[in-house]
């Protein structure tokens, strides 16, 4: 196990007592829970901003309650659906629903139910008996994209790395091949940013990345290609599934300038230019962000500041794949790129 990941902790059993048994961090926010997950990164005490610095605090309480208590916390009445998501066959996997003082209700036929409070600030979960990896993977791909949002962050669609203080953002559509991307960066010797989610705020001049939990997702075809010995190297498998693994790696919770977007797109033939500039347009990143069921004025007006700013502000590229090349030679390009354009803007 890689320094500063923690092992999961059996669900069955544990209390719903609201003293935490750790203080993680991801996506700057500090998590306090009463169970410990694979891939988020331990902290020995609170790194987000402190109210005493003019900056209201984000943070939040993860607490592993049984269904009664699930359910004694949720109102009976007022509550709306905001969404359901359907399998092939039409049964329904995911259920969203609000209530204007609880806050939402995310409940998961496979992996439980989750209540996460209007400001975010507190999470129950009363998951389904699967194994930990599994409806811990929900709450990273779920839950905790949320909470970005309700702490007055911008979640974005894409994995990152960084290069010291600096990182990139890999922007692709869904299966897409950026989090193949991010790992062969990482074997280039990349550190390991964020996987799925590019939680931003502007800072300034410029813009923030704040990493999110130190977990990958690895489909099967590439971790054939990488091989046990290369995975063993860039962390611990924590679970797999038909379709992928999940891999627990190294990072650091520290906030990073995002210092480019790399757009990847799909050719069928090798292009004239695999890596070139492009002018981003903000409605192509509102279209790519997270939690699209929270549509209160203020996310609009927010979204719409901080997209219009990563627009003018952060170098944009597209960057083709073709089937001659393969996740690592483009790696290896987007690499020398990245490090070429970050040498000279600073």
Known sequence: MPPGLTEPRPATGASDSRTPAWTGRAFGIDLHANFRAAGIVEQAGPTAP??????PARRSHLQLVSDVALE????????RTLGYLHDDEGRSVLTIAEHPDAGFRLEASYYGRFVVSADGGRVLCAPTPVADWEWQAFVVGQILPLLVV???????????????????????SSCGG???LAVNLVRRGAAFA???VLALERDGAGTALHPGPALASVRHAEADVIGPAGLAELGTVVGRNDHELRLAMQRDARPLNLAALY???RAEHEPSLTIEAIEPDPLQLLSGSHNAFVRTAERLVGQLDLYAHV???VPAFRAVVWPGIDAYGLACLIQDHALQMIAGSS
């Open 50 to 55: 402190h109210e005493d610095d003019g900056v």
């Open 72 to 79: 004694a916390a949720w109102p009976a009445a007022g509550t």
């Open 150 to 172: 309700l702490h007055g962050l911008e979640g974005l669609h894409g994995s990152a790395v960084s290069f010291a203080d600096d990182a990139i953002g890999l922007v692709a």
């Open 178 to 180: 950026k989090s193949s």
């Open 194 to 196: 964020a996987d799925d």
């Open 263 to 265: 757009f990847i797109e």
């Open 311 to 313: 627009s003018r502000s």
